[in-house]
């Protein structure tokens, strides 16, 4: 619950909290992050003829994402009896996820060339407008339908990590819940490795000026703009106070006056000027010390 003198704001969540209250000039929101941070976001994108979705997800949670106006079905995009020109197209560079580029695409008067080639189409429209809507262009996208319609989208993606191994099947018969469940067995190893190789690369820079773990830096980096990485723990708090003008922080044994968590503020600064956030436990921590940060610069 957040309530002030303005607001009330209640939510059931899919997590499981210790009690807590806290009293405060700004609310404390530090053990919501596992739900949002970098080792949570996913997208899973189903593909048919006939339907199309995207859904974002986190390993506690499932949302549909509005896809606009974005044309549902092949017949949306281009009708059947369409013109030679308004089929056939090409652009003649290299195949590859993850960059702009996308392979040659199809030619020919055949039945299935003309639907290999509308369903490309369509395909590169959902790219774009996948792209609009992800929150973060690094998170996994996972594809789920039938296997022959994986090989063409992977030629219209230019998001930077779809997962090779998609949900193959008929998506349309299965329930978000489903979808969420298989899919979080594919990426869960993602996180994992990318979780890893950001505590392996603040362990490399440590000691190049490139790091922070003191409290009052990191807060002032956070501030400022400058964190790429934070790592923070979560259900413990370092109660205090911290000026942005002077850049200190000053900390108390317990919560007094007008004390916040200062690593909730932390972590809330440094995600709102687009650090990668990894929120876990204490006893999860990669280092002995409650945040650590890699800087941008």
Not at 111 to 130: H, L, P
Not at 168 to 181: C, F, P, T, V
Not at 226 to 236: K, M, P, W
Request: aromatic letters at 8%; one cysteine or more; a negative charge.
């Amino acid at each position: 619950m957040f309530f002030s003198a303005e607001k009330f704001r209640f939510f059931r969540l899919p997590l499981t909290f210790e009690e807590l209250t806290v009293v405060s000039k700004r609310f404390h929101v530090k053990p919501l992050l596992p739900i949002q941070a970098a080792d949570g976001v996913f997208y899973v994108l189903t593909l048919s003829r006939n339907n199309v979705r995207l859904l974002e997800c986190t390993q506690h949670s499932i949302d549909d994402v509005d896809l606009g106006d974005l044309p549902q079905n092949l017949e949306e995009t281009i009708p059947d009896g369409a013109t030679d020109k308004q089929l056939q197209f090409h652009t003649g560079t290299p195949s590859g996820t993850g960059s702009d580029a996308r392979s040659a695409v199809f030619h020919g008067q055949d039945a299935g060339n003309e639907t290999k080639i509308r369903m490309s189409r369509w395909f590169r429209m959902i790219d774009d407008r996948v792209k609009e809507l992800v929150v973060d262009v690094r998170a996994p996208l996972v594809l789920a339908g039938v296997d022959s319609l994986f090989s063409i989208y992977r030629e219209a993606n230019t998001l930077e990590n779809l997962i090779e191994s998609g949900l193959s099947g008929n998506a349309d018969k299965l329930k978000s819940e489903e979808l969420h469940a298989q899919a979080w067995v594919l990426v869960e190893p993602f996180f994992k490795k990318s979780r890893d190789e950001a505590v392996a690369r603040f362990r490399q820079l440590e000691g190049s000026g490139k790091t922070c773990t003191d409290l009052s830096r990191t807060l002032a980096y956070a501030h400022q703009g400058r964190i790429e990485v934070l790592f923070v723990a979560v259900g413990v708090q370092v109660w205090g106070t911290y000026d942005p003008q002077s850049e200190l922080a000053e900390i108390h044994d317990s919560q007094t006056g007008d004390d916040g968590d200062l690593l909730d503020l932390a972590a809330v600064q440094a995600l709102t000027k687009g650090a990668v956030i990894y929120a876990l436990p204490r006893n999860e921590m990669p280092m002995p010390e409650l945040l650590a940060a890699i800087l941008r610069y």
